[in-house]
């Protein structure tokens, strides 16, 4: 599978507000259909959050998540990955409780604590949406995404029963050694699924040097033991994903990450920028990996191992 | 002052136990005489936290501080760089008490929050010398290094007035990004003095490769606006500082960041790490830079503009 | 022109052998045809060898060039850019004759000796369009490409009167080094065009990593006094150019440099390999320059100044 | 012998000039006695070229050789490690007689064509010891030091019935490339000793990135089937070594390489400069292989089995 590229869309996440781009999802029905169109154009994996119905604010709650993940499964036979990453106003707890619940293939695991701020955010936003989000893009300013050692060692625990699987989402070069901690420690099982992320303020910057120098950080510490994968955060989105699929590497794409298709131009879905991903690595001859081609890959249990 | 070399020796941090080296000081006539050794070895920059003087916990009373600061002052000329990172249990404001008090020529700025950790040192020790040194390692698998950019901001901002200048110690890659955000802020000026951290637990590893990505990276967002300084934990203190050198950069060395003078052999002093990388530097062409080159060199107002 | 790429291309080269590709062109008309077809579909520059209109062999009679240079004059304003590195089998004089005659707006300059070797190239061929094929190539394991510091001294002495520009071709990393000698002597002029050249066995590979470090060693030594375009051999083609558009670079594809367009298929021609790279740019939010655009960029003197 | 470097020292090589410093060897009895010193000093190669023993230019004849090679093999284990490198003015059989002559356990082999230049090496001087001294420094920007695919490869094959190792001289990342080739075709035997050269102009240049990038693509492209060692020419000597040898990679110094110990002070011997660099790696708590340890780490086949 030499030529085959995991590409992961991640539909919504819990930073973007609504009033930022109508094409955000946060409705269970477009949560799912979103999903579901960005599998057919080309995902193998779709990278979940929950969102509040009624005003679209970030919301870990198994009950909500209810609504829409029997939608997306029956729709797709794509993996199904859940954050554990929440947003700002969460807990630890808050944040574990979907993938306790659904027992998940895979879902997102984070390699260390530090700044996520997006403060400058809505600079440019005259009338909001909804009440809360004006104070949430401003209070990330005080924000610690939290991660401890601790919490990090907790999260491998309780789901290790389950046999989900990690997107280890690693925001700068020192959390590539704290996975290689927990590695060392026995924690961390291979193949490790490492997704590098570029662009957000608090971790590494979106310059392409990063790009480079995290995979051969990465091909130092782990050897063959890693499958990499990449996200850039806005305007990084596209160049990010285009040099790691020309380095061997997977993809990230979709609204969370970035809200745009083009300079200036907001993508009218997840799947556009999925089409998009999907036309650049075609011309470099390599195509999308199938979900069973990932799941292969990454040694996940199947989807009629899940509990959603 | 091509081949001179800024020498910062830190002496005792909040991080090491008193148990893990007799060497290490806390006694308040210790840390003064153990600060005007290494300024007579080469030290230019004497980093300096407080510890208690009976138990040697770490702690950022001003009225400890007043016991040894005043003789340090008498004793050396080198610059008095005041600590606001502080140790695991204190809060923002016990970290500035400090800076705001003495009004100090240089303070250190941590660039982000992130994990800190030292969890497995004390796995060796079979008997402490002090109640509190053994649960205080533990605990540090929890600890986050805050940093927020609230945070950072405030610093700067309550600092401004006292004319004292930054050590912007940066534990990876991110926390460059984040300082260029400062920048193009306009809240931090050049030049920026920025120390380097590899090695930690929780930050970017202590691989040379890494020092050299570092230096680029600051390169390319910093241009000639920085003054370059780097400090290796534990037995990356001399490669990494011996490999900054090499590229023009200024070392940071003393028993805050390694307590060893070679493989498992423990420095008997602060001094002692100092002359090492002295005669280090040295066989490269290279010399000590002295108080008043480093005054220079970092725009530093001068020692008679302390409340020291 | 942030979002402008200089797209170069090379029509014919003199190492390929007709045989290797039916689409390689060498006759007169066929030169002309494709040269003009490819600015039309992008390229901004066109890269010009010489063949021996009946047997397809190297040449660089000025006689030859005669009959098909005017042609392209005549059908499109793109930069006609001659080459002086020939072919194996000519002299020094040989190789400048045709930049002399028709002093072109630019013609290359190669950065340095080194051994350029194609020998295993024919081994699938079973039988040869022309009789000098064969051999040609396996005498290229004995092949020096003579560029000594008199040779390029004296190609700058000789073209300066021409205000002919030149495409600095780089081979490895030492030819900067080259290169930064004759800045150092005054004999180069900026904006350099550098063109960094992987792939070639005897020269840098064509791993990204390569292009990346080429980049960088070039930005510490020229700064911003050089404007950089890649070129990949063989399969190495489309990688290292969108790698280097993505770094702000500018790119050289056709038929010298590759015969084929995808995985072992070869490109039907010139103007196919530009219309890739257009679409590939296109997807990163970048556009072709213009030929009046790259005149501009690299300081030529116009198509008006020349005497073809 | 994780904590070993192996140190070669290039006793007097064929590109300095006899007036360039007093301290170059060039009589049998001075050529023997400065290596027997090197070898006290802790160098466990002795790299080798000949002297006219009345004017001290190059030259490979087995008859020179032959006066002092017998007593440096008397006076020391050290490994004898001839070059094939040769100097302007040989012939590749002259080059190659010293080799096949004496069989030695180990001889030079260059892995690429390369301009090889020091014309403006004597501009300072005022009066020349020698008649050839000056036009011979003066020729060297004409000269092409030739290596070409055939001659490595004839090379190879001659010495392969002397069980003669080679020092692979690397200029350049080319020539690592070039190696490769050679590996890939069956012909290069591991261990490789790879030989990095810095610094020669017409070759990669003397900054330490470029160290570091040179043995990050050896890592690529031979893994741990080679030996790493380095070479910086002139002011880049001790720099280039001191990186290196912290990069866990090996040394090679000597007058071959620099006349100096310092800025702008002439070293006085071989052993000089073999002494400064055990004083820096023993720093680093790094200790000079012994002859036997380099002859394991690098499979030779032994002192008795050589023709001296
Ligand atoms: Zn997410
Ligand atoms: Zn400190
Ligand atoms: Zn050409
Ligand atoms: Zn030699």
Same mark, same amino acid.
């Given at each position: 599978m030499a030529n085959k590229v995991i590409i992961t869309c991640a539909? #919504?996440?819990?930073?973007? #507000?609504?009033t930022l781009s109508d094409a955000l999802p946060y409705k269970p029905a477009d949560l799912a259909s979103q999903a579901i169109e960005a599998a057919e154009a080309g995902a193998a994996i779709l990278h979940i959050h929950a969102r509040d119905?009624? #005003?679209g604010a970030p919301t870990g709650s198994p009950d909500v998540y209810r609504q829409f993940l029997p939608i997306i499964k029956q729709g797709t036979d794509a993996v199904i990955n859940l954050t554990t990453? /929440?947003?700002?106003?969460?807990t630890p707890e808050d944040r574990l409780a979907g993938a306790l619940t659904f027992s998940p293939e895979m879902c997102s695991l984070n390699m260390g604590s530090m700044n996520f701020s997006f @403060?400058?955010?809505?600079?440019?936003?005259?009338?909001?949406? *909804?009440?809360?989000e004006d104070q949430y893009i401003l209070d990330s300013e005080k924000f610690i995404f939290r991660n401890t050692f601790a919490d990090i060692r907790r999260n491998y625990e309780l789901l290790s029963d389950h046999g989900t699987r990690f997107e @280890?989402?690693?925001?700068?070069?020192g959390h590539l050694y704290n996975l290689a901690y927990f590695v060392d420690k026995g924690v961390a099982k291979p193949p490790f699924f490492i997704q590098s992320i570029f662009g957000i303020l608090g971790g590494i /910057? /979106?310059? %392409?040097d990063n790009v480079m120098f995290m995979k051969r950080t990465a091909d130092r510490l782990f050897g063959k033991d890693y499958v990499w994968s990449v996200l850039g955060a806005g305007k990084y989105q596209m160049p990010v994903c285009t040099m790691a699929a020309q380095l061997g590497g997977n993809v990230r794409v979709g609204l969370e990450d970035s %809200? *745009?298709? /083009?300079?200036g131009k907001l993508a009218s879905s997840n799947a556009e920028q999925v089409r998009k991903i999907v036309r650049i690595i075609g011309e470099m001859g390599l195509e999308p990996a199938t979900a069973d081609e990932a799941r292969q890959m990454l040694a996940l249990k199947g989807a009629d191992r899940t509990q959603i």
């Open positions: 539909i #919504t996440g819990g930073i973007h #507000t609504p119905p009624e #005003t990453g /929440g947003s700002p106003d969460m @403060h400058d955010m809505g600079r440019k936003v005259k009338e909001w949406k *909804f009440a809360w @280890h989402e690693c925001y700068d070069i /910057g /979106g310059d %392409l %809200l *745009f298709i /083009g300079r």
